[in-house]
């Protein structure tokens, strides 16, 4: 793709961004005026059912009024629209690719199996080390998810969600937002957990054996 092309790209995405306003202003003006001609009988003036109707076609009217200030927005500020849908679609896609804790189980059994494919004197020790460990907080219960709509952090409880003992359970000995980070073992972003992915990296290769 020339450079030239990618400029004509730019400049027609504004105008892609106001055809797709004008369509959905057109849609509302139709459903505008539906409302408009619908007329109630007699029995209902004054009732539930004509406050409901006119709350109805004000809300359309609401609406239709954003919409054509977002045009002219769009119009008089077309790349600062751009930048700001382009952000908004790319959240959107982060957050529709964010992965979930299954899909750190599916990773982590896959990392698992590869490195069992592979002798004890030439694992990678950094690899089997993180492995040993994810595998044992797993056993003890302690891993946890928390998603923040784009990306998720893999952290480490105090203890199983089972347990009910005193320490566990006693708000004022919970983990404190101050020291999270100190907890978090793995980010997920862009469907991948990114520090179990690096950990794997020549997971097949033991460096103390080279030089022997």
């Not at 954003?66 to 769009?74: A, E, H, N, P, Y």
């Not at 494919?117 to 040993?132: G, K």
């Not at 409880?157 to 020291?179: E, F, H």
Request: a positive charge; hydrophobic letters at 35%.
């Amino acid at each position: 793709m020339s450079l030239n092309s990618g400029a004509r790209g730019f400049r027609r995405a504004p105008s892609l961004f106001r055809n797709g306003l004008e369509l959905v202003k057109s849609r509302y003006q139709g459903i505008e005026t539906r409302l408009g001609e619908i007329t109630l009988p007699e029995r209902f003036k004054g009732t539930i059912v004509e406050k409901w109707a006119t709350y109805w076609r004000n809300l359309v009217i609401d609406y239709k009024e954003m919409v054509i200030d977002t045009g002219r927005g769009m119009r008089d500020r077309p790349v600062r629209s751009t930048i700001y849908v382009s952000l908004l679609a790319a959240a959107g896609y982060c957050g529709s690719n964010n992965p979930s804790e299954t899909d750190f189980y599916d990773q982590y059994r896959r990392a698992y199996n590869q490195l069992s494919l592979v002798h004890p004197t030439c694992q990678n020790p950094v690899a089997s080390q993180h492995i040993t460990f994810l595998e044992r907080c797993h056993n003890e219960g302690i891993l946890r998810r928390l998603s923040l709509g784009v990306v998720s952090f893999l952290w480490l409880d105090n203890y199983d969600k089972g347990l009910a003992i005193y320490k566990a359970v006693c708000p004022y000995l919970q983990p404190r937002y101050l020291t999270f980070h100190e907890r978090i073992v793995d980010v997920g972003f862009n469907g991948k957990w990114w520090q179990l992915e690096r950990k794997m990296v020549d997971y097949d290769i033991n460096e103390e054996n080279l030089g022997s």
